[in-house]
């Protein structure tokens, strides 16, 4: 069965711009999380969405926004795009049970943002 | 700061040796999953284990769990060149639950 896709694979934005990036989960994953992962600080939790609703979100500032749509497909916004932005995002889908049982993640391939 | 962490940060061993990472983290888990990465792609599920499990195989993969010590290891047996990788353990917490927190991973090199 097809995997997690991500696009676009790569990226380069100008300071100030905005950016949405994209994933389509596994068919029947309905969590799908995202990824930051830079080299100094590994990899950062953004958010997570199941059944269109964010249940958790991590600790970046209000320029970073995500949705999922009703396919499960799901977007990440970047606006305002600063330096520091740039980062291999990566997207995971899971197949969640009964809303709370996680049963691993399968991760695209990730969008490489370069911000100059 | 991170959850998990992982140890040790880099690891070189011969093809036929067996690997060990440790991962330890800080608060209580519903889960502990390891992943291996390679060369900046996607992440690759290699194992999940509860916390009221103590131990779990998987092919060449051996993972145990100590939530007394918020500990896990990750036993590769026989190591082959191909899995030189980075590993990362994460952990999904009891609260603030619906995301799973990864370390900072451990740097696997093989050689042939």
């Known amino acids: 069965k097809a995997g997690v896709t991500q696009t676009p694979r790569y990226l380069i934005k100008t300071r100030g711009q905005q950016v949405t990036l994209s994933c389509s989960p596994i068919?029947?994953?309905?969590?799908v999380s995202w990824y930051q992962q830079t080299p100094g600080q590994g990899l950062q939790f953004l958010f997570e969405y199941f059944s269109e609703t964010q249940r958790n979100k991590g600790n970046f500032p209000g320029r970073f926004s995500g949705r999922q749509f009703s396919n499960s497909r799901s977007e990440m916004n970047v606006s305002t795009l600063e330096l520091g932005d740039s980062a291999l995002y990566l997207c995971a889908s899971s197949l969640v049970v009964d809303r709370e049982e996680n049963y691993g993640y399968t991760f695209g391939s990730g969008t490489r943002l370069t911000v100059v | 700061s991170q959850q998990g962490e992982e140890d040790p940060q880099a690891l070189s061993i011969q093809e036929g040796e067996n690997a060990t990472m440790n991962c330890s983290y800080k608060?209580?888990?519903?889960?502990l999953q390891w992943y291996r990465q390679n060369s900046g792609r996607g992440l690759v599920h290699l194992i999940l284990i509860r916390s009221n499990e103590r131990e779990k195989h998987s092919g060449r993969l051996r993972v145990t769990l100590d939530t007394s010590k918020k500990s896990s290891s990750l036993l590769i047996t026989a190591s082959r060149a191909a899995d030189t990788a980075s590993y990362f353990c994460a952990t999904e917490g009891l609260a603030g639950g619906f995301k799973t927190i990864f370390g900072a991973g451990t740097r696997l090199f093989v050689k042939a």
């Open positions: 608060t209580s888990i519903n889960n």
């Open positions: 068919s029947g994953h309905r969590s």
